[in-house]
T-cell receptor
């Protein structure tokens, strides 16, 4: 069984740029969620995708967007990066009939 | 508003010194309460799911319990390798997301 993988591991961007983060779901999982975790905080929900459609969103602006592909892999796109976007971005996957989410190792984004 | 509060924020133990971490929650209908372990700079590692009051789960030196208002993660005779941040999260009936607490950072010294 393959776990959740994310790429890249680390990323440094400049304020105003755009970034794309990638996630491969755990084998057999059809639902993927993205979370943002600032230092010393718990993860904050960004959005969830099921069957290639967004079906839940947290309190994040529209410049945070995503995609889910037929193979259940996913992307998180962030436009017009701000300094406060610096955080660990986590992808989590699950089977739609279960509430147990399994997380990837995360992508550390630094915005300068 | 759905909310999760964890205490203490940090806990220092000697190897073998048992203790408990607390997770208090307010949620409109609980679908599940989850415990995760997170090592620095890494993603959360799933530990337990609890669904109803009175339920208990165990794994090695860890035992999780659930009441209608809170959950406890009991650590028996901890070892230095148990040092990590422990996160509690709830899935509310009306939502699609996990709502996390800020975590308890546990340090176990030998």
């Amino acid at each position: 069984e393959t776990g959740v993988t994310q790429s890249p591991t680390h990323l440094i961007k400049t304020r105003g740029q755009q970034v794309t983060l990638r996630c491969s779901s755990q084998s057999g999982h059809n639902t993927v969620s993205w979370y943002q975790q600032a230092l010393g905080q718990g993860p904050q929900f960004i959005f969830q995708y099921y069957r290639e459609e967004e079906n839940g969103r947290g309190n994040f602006p529209p410049r945070f967007s995503g995609l889910q592909f037929p193979n259940y892999s996913s992307e998180l796109n962030v436009n017009a990066l701000e300094l406060d976007d610096s955080a660990l971005y986590l992808c989590a996957s699950r089977w739609d009939s279960s509430y147990e989410q399994y997380f990837g190792p995360g992508t550390r984004l630094t915005v300068t | 508003e759905d909310q999760v509060t964890q205490s203490p924020e940090a806990l220092r133990l000697q190897e073998g010194e048992s203790s408990s971490l607390n997770c208090s929650y307010t949620v409109s209908g609980l679908r599940g309460l989850f415990w995760y372990r997170q090592d620095p700079g890494k993603g959360p590692e799933f530990l337990f799911t609890l669904y109803s009051a009175g339920e208990e789960k165990e794994k090695e030196r860890l035992k999780a319990t659930l009441t209608k208002k809170e959950s406890f993660l009991h650590i028996t005779a901890p070892k230095p390798e148990d040092s990590a941040t422990y996160l509690c999260a709830v899935h509310a009936q009306a939502g699609t997301a996990l709502i996390f607490g800020k975590g308890t950072t546990l340090s176990v010294s030998s």
